[in-house]
Structures are given as structure tokens and as C-alpha cells.
T-cell receptor, first 116, second 112 residues
Framework: DTGVSQDPRHKITKRGQNVTFRCDPI?????LYWYRQTLGQGPEFLTY????????KSRLLSDRFSAERPKGSFSTLEIQRTEQGDSAMYLC??????????????FGSGTRLTVV | AQSVTQLGSHVSVSEGALVLLRCNYS??????LFWYVQYPNQGLQLLLK??????LVKGINGFEAEFKKSETSFHLTKPSAHMSDAAEYFC??????????FGTGTSLTVIP
């Protein structure tokens, strides 16, 4: 297994357009997380899934954001009507629920979104 | 509420010198503490974690961190800096939930 994969690595879009990112977690990991990292800041939690169920969402996840994990494997994060403030690195991570809270996640390399 | 504070957004050290990156945490319960490293345009890589088994934690690439409850600190150290250590370092705290709370990061520059 090659770890957590994210696609695309970079995305430039015009303000108002919709964008979708994909994350493929480590195959046996049943938990998947999305974080957002703006320039000069640490990552901030957006949402997480256990299998196909979305169990927690941050208030940072506005109505324009939607995340899915339809078959409990890969996940997509869609941003509708993008705004310049959405420009950030979007990070995906995965873990095994059985590992417990004292375990770190495996992060992907991220998708860098630039809204122009 | 969980949070971490990283003192110093930028740290510069000479190659071969001691690296010290500071992190203080705020937690109402004994926390799980982590250090991650991020190289340019890359994701986060786990360096080490504190889970109450031992106060001095050794990680990858020669890094270690000491948990000091009395000081609510979890500073990251490395005895001798290498050029390849230049990166962004994030301290993070996690309780029994599923969220990491990251600090704002410290950018480490290693001067040859």
C-alpha cells in the first residue's frame, strides 16, 4: 500500500466555480478525515467519516462544502461557488478506529486550491 | 478545550547545533500530544507522540520530546541539526475524541 493518495495535487479555479477533490485512504483504514490548512496556519479539522458515515463536521464546513464517502473507501470533498477565502491546502488523513485516540493519522500530500 | 501554542514561528539554527522547538498545551484532561513535520508541498509526517507511557519520547530522524506536566510543555529537540531537517513543524493535541488541534507551526531553517 502506498499510503493516502489525494488528487489533484494542485487546482486553480475561478471564483464561483465548483471543484471536487478525491482522497484514497490506506485500504484497511475505516476512518477518513479532511483538514484545511491556510498559509501560515496549522491544519484545521473539517470532517471525518467512519466507513461511509459522516460522524462529525466542523462549523468551518459551510453549506458550500460537502463531503462524501459512498462506499466507505475513497472520499470526495466538493466546494461549490468557490470564494478566494477557500484558497488553502486540503489534507486528507486516515486511520483505523481500533487503534484508539493515542494513534496518529496517516496524512496524504494534500490538494492545494487556488481561487483566482 | 484543547489547544497548543508554539512559541516562535521561525527558528534558525546552524548545521550541527541543537534544535529546540517549543510547544505548550492546554488541556483539561491528560492529553495525547504529537509532533508532525511538513516538507514543502507535502502532507504531514508523524515524528513522535506522547501517550503517557514515558515522559521522554523518541521519534524518527533523531528527534525527541519531553512531556512536562508541571510546565504543560512538550518541546521538541534534536542534538545536532542536519540540512535535511529544514521544514515546518507542528505540535498537536488530541483528547479521546477524533480531532487533532494543531499549533500554528514553526518553520525551521538550518544554516550551513
Amino acid at each position: 500500500d502506498t499510503g493516502v493518495s489525494q488528487d489533484p495535487r494542485h487546482k486553480i479555479t475561478k471564483r464561483g466555480q465548483n471543484v471536487t477533490f478525491r482522497c484514497d485512504p490506506i485500504s484497511e483504514h475505516n476512518r477518513l478525515y479532511w483538514y484545511r490548512q491556510t498559509l501560515g496556519q496549522g491544519p484545521e479539522f473539517l470532517t471525518y467519516f467512519q466507513n461511509e458515515a459522516q460522524l462529525e463536521k466542523s462549523r468551518l464546513l459551510s453549506d458550500r462544502f460537502s463531503a462524501e464517502r459512498p462506499k466507505g473507501s475513497f472520499s470526495t470533498l466538493e466546494i461549490q461557488r468557490t470564494e478566494q477565502g477557500d484558497s488553502a491546502m486540503y489534507l486528507c488523513a486516515s486511520s483505523l478506529a481500533s487503534q484508539g485516540s493515542n494513534y496518529g493519522y496517516t496524512f496524504g500530500s494534500g490538494t492545494r486550491l487556488t481561487v483566482v | 478545550a484543547q489547544s497548543v501554542t508554539q512559541l516562535g514561528s521561525h527558528v534558525s539554527v546552524s548545521e550541527g547545533a541543537l534544535v529546540l522547538l517549543r510547544c505548550n498545551y492546554s488541556s483539561s484532561v491528560p492529553p495525547y500530544l504529537f509532533w508532525y513535520v511538513q516538507y514543502p508541498n507535502q502532507g504531514l509526517q508523524l515524528l513522535l507522540k506522547y501517550t503517557s507511557a514515558a515522559t521522554l519520547v523518541k521519534g524518527i530522524n533523531g528527534f525527541e520530546a519531553e512531556f512536562k506536566k508541571s510546565e504543560t510543555s512538550f518541546h521538541l529537540t534534536k542534538p545536532s541539526a542536519h540540512m535535511s531537517d529544514a521544514a515546518e513543524y507542528f505540535c498537536a493535541v488530541k483528547n479521546t475524541g477524533n480531532q487533532f488541534y494543531f499549533g500554528t507551526g514553526t518553520s525551521l531553517t538550518v544554516i550551513p
